[in-house]
């Protein structure tokens, strides 16, 4: 389980991007995190591995706390896709991008080519594997995006905006494939039916705080999400 306890992430300045924020996201659930834009969705996920380092409070993931020393196993237990795909593919082909984990983390060529076949296959992209990132479509750059963080065998999957830059095929796509991973997600979105159809519960975000924690009818709650600009 992941369990994050009086959160506190502050910009250089001071400002709280993320204020004192309690939740947990079990195995295997799907969680949706919704917001307006600077409600602080992003600096959420990106504290949750460590990219952002807490000001105040806890982060575990199973009995590990989150701290300097802890990174490298947090980051092999949960990984993250970011909104842009060109953040996680710079390498000259896809099976290059999905095999950085796997050998940064000391896995063999054996090992780490097992994994990337089962990424790629799990995904259905296993023809990606010797094409440039920048030969790929919006929603196949996604997918070898997801495949690089699903290489590395985590519990749990964090997701900044995954339907951005699709098209309705693609993000319908996205979709059945999230639908069949079996791993724990908290999903940070705008759009408000993907989290509708993906995930059974939503966190509320507002100015950094979580304001609801609630099943997906909030979805429907026309007055709540008005008052927080969504």
Known sequence: MIQVRNLIVEYPDGTKAVDSVGFSVGPGENVALIGANGAGKSSLVLALVGVLLPAQGEIHVGETVLHKKSLREIRSRVGLVFQNPDDQLFMPNIFEDVAFGPRSFG????????????????LGIEHLAERSPLKLSGGEKRLA????VLAMDPDYLLFDEPTAFLDPRARRNLIDILGELPQGKLIATHDLAFAGEMCSRVLLLERGEIVADAGIELLRDGVALERVGL
Request: with cysteine; glycine share 0%; proline share 0%.
């Open 107 to 122: 896995c063999d060529e054996e090992e780490t080519t097992q994994r990337v076949r089962a990424a790629l296959s799990k």
């Open 145 to 148: 995006a997801i495949a690089t």
